[in-house]
């Protein structure tokens, strides 16, 4: 369901609105604390003006860690209103949201909508001052068509041009400008996105990217192989976060099993999560609490970088934390280094955030750390579970997959 936003008042301060109000269902405000920021010019009569939504938290430090938002609508429809569902509770964890539009077809073809989602990660690095947002700690999440597209943002980000057959493409564009600035991220959530549009016309011909590419699949298989995600999977590619529907009826179950398998194949980081008899955008799986848990634990561990202060110098204190093997059945080794002495917990989490045991709670020494436990212990069921490592200096969380 689209939700729109209800302009309540308007400041306009250096060209921008700012403080909107939003309304989602049960009557909810959601404030966008700058609205309709312009951060492109393009050549298209129906969208000359490519515009983003902000939303900041509260009661926490800046900069903040920032995740972008793209849009569901197969390509064609849809607008970065659609963010409100996901405000309250990513603004709540520390994040800075950022909903952006992006071209849409029937006013132009791929790759115009890959380059308006890099022109708006550029415009938020050369800006970020000003938002009190963290340039250094961008990640991007979409769902559906917008899953998509962000997940190309994510596994092109050194790649400039790309041919297949007689097409060649340039993926990066200068929409915008700010060129001296990288589009690239550090994490991306994945949400029942289309990674194959060559295979996802095979199995679902109607609505499976035509629209997007300007062409029937079957007549221009190197441009749909150019829109794929998975021509540009590599071991360079930033963590990837992957949930997709079992009982998905519009984009196929297969298309992210396909995805995870190619990424982890080249030696990417993917953690996909299959989740069973959920279907499309509207079920109501992707809103809770559950699905929300997953969507923090995986920003905040690719996000939010912890640093000790020791007089102006911001240092880093512990590498991420490893999980193996996983997914796990039964034994689980897990590795971390502190670089001083400093009181460790770590704990396990179900998806609910439901604390199921404490492993570590002690002073550990400077220096790498290697523990294991038996995860048969807590008679856990099959599915998604989280490790959370903390001292006083660090927070880190890592995903565990449970196979019974």
């Known amino acids: 369901m689209k939700i729109s936003f209800i302009l309540v008042f308007a400041l306009l301060f250096c060209g921008w609105q700012k403080s909107s109000v939003a309304q989602i269902p049960g009557g909810t405000s959601i404030n966008a604390d700058y609205k309709d920021i312009e951060f492109a010019k393009v050549p298209s009569t129906k ?20 995740i972008v938002y793209v849009h569901p609508g197969g390509w064609s429809g849809g607008d970065k209103t659609d963010v409100t569902r996901h405000v309250s509770y990513l603004t709540a964890a520390g994040f800075a949201l950022v909903s952006i539009n992006y071209r849409l077809s029937g006013d132009t073809v791929f790759p115009a909508p890959l380059h308006d989602c890099k022109a708006a990660i550029r415009w938020l690095k050369a800006n970020a001052s000003r938002y009190n947002l963290n340039s250094s700690a961008i990640g991007i999440f979409g769902q559906s068509a917008g899953a998509h597209l962000a997940s ?24 915008g400008g700010n060129t001296q600035y990288s589009s690239a991220v550090r994490a991306v959530a994945d949400f029942f996105g289309p990674s194959n549009l060559v295979e996802f016309y095979k199995v679902q011909a ?25 021509t540009y999977a590599s071991r360079t590619a930033p963590p990837f976060l992957i949930m997709h529907g079992t009982a998905d009826d519009v ?38 609490p559950e699905t929300q848990t997953i969507i923090i634990n995986f ?50 989490f179900n998806a609910l955030g439901q604390e199921i045991a404490q492993i570590i709670d002690e002073t550990l020494a400077a220096g790498e750390h290697e523990r294991s ?8 069921v099959s599915g998604v579970y989280f490790l959370r490592l903390q001292t006083p200096t660090l927070f880190h969380t890592q995903t565990i997959q449970v196979m019974r």
Request: overall charge positive; glycine content about 6%.
């Open 373 to 380: 436990f038996d995860i048969s212990n807590w008679s856990l």
């Open 152 to 175: 190309l943002v994510g596994v092109t980000a050194n790649v400039k041009n790309a041919s297949s057959g007689a097409v060649t493409m340039d993926l990066e564009g200068s929409v």
């Open 47 to 66: 969208m000359p003006s490519l515009l983003l939504d902000i939303y900041l938290p509260k009661g926490v430090s800046a900069p903040f860690p920032t």
């Open 206 to 230: 109607q609505g499976s990217g035509s629209n997007l590419v300007g062409c029937t699949i079957p007549q221009c298989p190197d441009k749909a192989k150019l829109a794929s995600t998975t």
């Open 251 to 288: 984009v196929p179950f297969s298309q992210s099993q396909l995805f995870d398998s190619t990424l982890r194949t080249v030696g990417a980081t993917s953690t996909f999560i299959p989740v069973q008899g959920a279907t499309h955008g509207s079920d109501p799986t992707w809103t809770k």
């Open 299 to 348: 920003f905040t561990q690719h996000l939010k970088t912890a640093t000790s202060v020791s007089g102006d110098r911001r240092l880093p204190v512990s590498s991420a934390l490893t999980v193996s093997p996983n997914p796990s059945q039964n034994l689980v080794n897990v590795q971390f280094t502190l670089i001083q002495n400093e009181r460790v917990s770590l704990k396990l």
